[in-house]
């Protein structure tokens, strides 16, 4: 087990990211960590995760907590073997861990190493030291937390250590004579910490070794004037000892000689900027320091090469032998490649000896780095001559660029990412968008192209749109830029489904497969061997992520072995043809859709598109046919992450069938039916059951159609829609004498009247339900009818009915091993239990309901259960507790997007401030949900409507009615991402 707090707090065991509960849980793994191998008491954690007012049942919840760590954390622990992580040892817990397994651990035993170096004299290692230690930083540490009171002092000390190993990194870098790199740096650093002096005093030292001198003036009196005017504070004396040095122009600020090394380069000089990747290249300066052969790999196009030239005009190493870059793209001879290092470092062929022996020979005692650009056409060759040098040479290192790893002993691969670009759905500011690299880099060249080019709000969905669809990409974006030339934004964007056409035109200077997106696709494409081209051909049918099971399934054939794909699938991820991410744990595959593009274009050259699309479609159709089933047994949650990973290809799938097959459509749309309503795409779910209602189809299939039709126009409100659709469903179940599906129909005309209000016609319509259930259908299904009998008691305020019918559930949900029926009943029963007052058995069952959905790995009915438990503290005055609770509740809703949860997330915080007297609050959140529903039109039910407009009734009780009016206005206007802000506030 790995843990890392410099950032988000993660846990990875290998290469899986471990799964560690919600917020307190979260909080309380972060809290032993930053005591790690130290005892921290209960009660002080206690206080530390709940604050002062911690409530009567804290300690039972962190013993949950602890146990649920447990499980998480040692997931291979054979029963009754005591715990080796997390220990109980009086009067508490600690976890017990190698300094190693801690980022922030592996951090000070870099920067304590560092320091040991650079009192040496050893600025070069030093150097590397810190680069090491700072790359292990992600972000603010303990970033989960950045609200919590526990975290604040925590982090402003683990921010300082941050800020002082890169002062002594900035040191090392100062000491090799590097001042004219680092000014850019220490500039955006004091203007991000403008009160802190020793970034200004070493802004002035490099300044003034570059030239610069009055510049360097300029920084201390802008740095008097901040400290005079905010804190009434003269510069210390360093800062002011550094201006007296520099009027003086004392010999002492000079670099000595020896620091100043000579370095021999044919690198070539940039001619347009460098946008972003910083942290990259931290990184891979980190790798290449530690390692004596790292190769960047990824896609074509990725920027691997630009990215090398750039770590290696700024490397961390004096390498006084030189930084050479040795370009194979030209080469179609593999056996040149050490002639050609030869000739560019200016050496001398030996007569008689073999040129890759000379080499070895020439550079056996230079320390020197070899840039080799565009390894994948010569692999097998490079791979021999990086092998041969590096065994020879001990001053060696190379950094190479690939598609693939050269695959030689001792190599570091890191795959180059697309730049990063902002989810289109959650636009920030366009005061904010060029924060993200790939839209920097679109506006950088639409300037060059333009002449100038400033972001707007108009422009800022269409240049979004085009980062996106060309995957961030920089060389996509840069052709697409140049386009500007002479079509609108909107026009680049609208022709980027011929993009293979359209981004035709780059530099006269360029690398003939660099000038144009197609040729740098064709470039890897003709690099596969016949069976790997059909491969790719056939994998980009894929519409998005794709299983190794789905490719199985549609790629494999006469051609290609069903048992060949997991290996040829394998080397297209090695050839970057094929990207690899990991969701849930498992591994999901995807062609990036510029890369998509011309697989399609070739796979209908081939002559097998149409053919593959139905493969496509049916294999999606079966997918979505069994998860109608799937979707309400133990396997629901697990079933929910799959559709949602395969939701782009189900749409395709879709789309195929109505036009091509629309009685597989029927099959397809009705098995989503539950998999749209948990997700809130009711609309796009409605659209696609009136495409196929009329599609023929057996009796059994038109009523569960009919029936999936109704419960989605129900959920959106439109009870009309719902009961023409549900009595359809009903008539066809009679007629055909279907009566398992007729009571299976009388059940959602219960729902439909309960909903509505008719609670006697729903009460009619369940008790006839359940009685042809107990007769014909099975204990899942009694256990449902029982469920929806309690949650109507519970509507006409029959509480103890209500407990009665839902225990009876519970019982039926155990009969039938509906593990996630049963934890959802539980949620049922605890609020009946609330309802009649008895608030220590309704804990007991949400507690168990909270577990039962975490043992399933449900996050969507994990935050349904934290908010039943954060109503139980608001019955009980623990406002605190229940903000805590709702928190934990709404922050999983919102990482999941499951948009209907988030709503009743934020109504659950308007009813809590009304608690807490913020009247205001309260109705802005109360609007914002409001408005969520009516975009998704998705109402509450009633009972849930009597209690938010009882709360927003005694808010506005409290304000005049234009400032109720003013702040109900306000709150319709925030997005999802406000909203939910305000809520955590």
Known sequence: MEFAILGPLEVRDADRQVQVGGLKQRALLAILLMHANQVVSTDRLIELIWGEEAPETAGHSLQVYVSELRKALEPRRQAGAPYALLISRPPGYLIKIADTDLDLGRFMQLVEEGRHALSKGAADAAGVKFRQALALWRGQPLADFASQAFAISDTARLTEMRLRALEHRIDADLLLGRHSDLVGELQSLVAEHPLR?????????????????????????????????????????????????????????????????????????????????????????????????????????????????????????????????????????????AQTIISTLGLREQPGVAAIE?????????????????????????????????????????????????????????????????????????????????????????????????????????????????????????????????????????????????????????????????????????????????????????????????????????????????????????????????????????????????????????????????????????????????????????????????????????????????????????????????????????????????????????????????????????????????????????????????????????TLAHDQGDYPTALRHFQESLAAMREKGTPYHVGVLLNNLGELFISMDETERAVQMLQEGVAAKLAAEDLHGLAVLRQGLARALLATGDLEAAERVALESLRGHRDLDDPAGAALALQVLGFLALRNGETEEARALFAEGIVINRDHGLKPNIAGGLEAFSILSVAEGQPKRALRLAAAATAMRKTMASPLDPPERRRLEAAIGKARAELSGNEADSLWNAGLGLNLDAAVAEALA
């Not at 901040?226 to 360093?238: C, H, K, Q, T, Y």
């Not at 020896?258 to 070539?268: A, E, G, I, K, M």
């Not at 990259?280 to 196009?301: K, S, Y």
């Not at 749109?465 to 990409?473: E, Y």
């Open 197 to 337: 002096e020793g970034f200004s005093q070493r802004l002035m030292l490099a300044l003034y070794r570059s030239g610069r001198q009055a510049e360097a003036s300029d920084v201390y009196q802008q740095t008097r004037e901040r400290l005079v005017d905010e804190l009434g504070m003269e510069p210390g004396a360093e800062l002011q000892q550094m201006l007296r040095a520099i009027l003086k122009q004392d010999p002492s600020l000079d670099l000595p000689a020896r620091s100043q090394p000579h370095r021999p380069t044919n690198l070539p000089l940039p001619l347009t900027t460098f946008v972003g990747r910083r942290r990259e290249i931290e990184e891979v300066r980190a790798l290449l320091a530690a390692h004596r052969l790292v190769t960047l790999t990824g896609a074509g196009g990725v920027g691997k090469s630009r990215l090398a030239i750039e770590v290696a005009s700024h490397s961390a190493d004096p390498y006084p032998g030189g930084v050479w870059l040795i370009e194979l793209a030209p080469l179609a001879d593999g056996g040149l490649i």
């Open 358 to 750: 000379a080499l070895a020979g020439l550079l056996a005692d230079r320390k020197l780095l070899l840039v080799l650009d565009n390894c994948e056409h010569l692999i097998s060759d490079a791979a021999q001559v990086a092998d041969r040098l590096l065994s020879a040479c001990a001053g060696l290192r190379i950094l190479a660029t690939s598609r693939e790893l050269l695959r030689v002993g001792g190599e570091v691969g890191w795959r180059v990412p697309s730049l990063r670009a902002p989810d289109a759905t959650r636009l920030p500011p366009p005061s904010e968008l060029r924060e993200f690299e790939s839209i920097d880099l679109f506006c950088d060249r639409a300037a060059t192209a333009l002449g100038s080019f400033t972001l707007t709000e108009l422009d800022a969905m269409p240049v979004v749109a085009i980062c996106n669809r060309l995957d961030g990409i920089p060389l996509a974006i840069e052709l697409a830029a140049a386009r500007l030339r002479f079509l609108s934004l909107n026009q680049v964007a609208d022709r980027l489904n011929d993009r293979l056409h359209l981004l035709t035109t780059g530099t006269r200077t360029a690398n003939p497969r660099q000038r144009t997106l197609r040729a740098t696709i064709e470039w890897s494409y003709d690099l596969l061997d016949e069976a790997e081209r059909l491969m790719f051909e056939r994998l980009s049918i894929f519409a998005g992520g794709f299983t190794l099971a789905d490719a199985e399934s549609i790629v494999s054939g006469p051609e290609i072995a069903i048992g060949d794909v997991v290996d040829m699938l394998g080397r297209l991820v090695d050839k970057s043809l094929v990207g690899v991410e990991s969701v849930r744990n498992q591994p999901s595959y995807r062609v990036l859709e510029t890369l998509r593009e011309f697989g399609l274009e070739r796979l209908r050259a081939r002559g097998e598109l149409e053919d593959m699309r139905r493969r496509h479609a049916q294999h999606f159709a079966a997918v979505a046919e069994s998860a109608r089933l799937l979707l309400i047994g133990p396997k629901h949650a697990e079933t929910v992450a799959s559709l949602q990973g395969s939701v782009d290809n189900l749409r395709a799938s879709l789309a195929w069938a109505k036009t091509e097959d629309p009685e597989l459509g029927l099959r397809a749309a009705t098995g989503l039916v539950s998999f749209w309503a948990g997700r809130g795409l009711y609309s796009e779910g409605r659209a696609w059951m009136e495409v196929f209602l009329s599609a023929p189809a057996d009796p059994v299939q038109r009523v569960l159609a009919f029936n999936g039709a109704g419960r989605l126009a129900q959920a959106q409100g439109d009870f009309d829609t719902a009961r023409e659709k549900i009595e359809s469903a009903y008539r066809v179940a009679v007629e055909a004498g279907d009566d398992y599906g007729a009571a299976r129909t009388k059940n959602n005309l219960g």
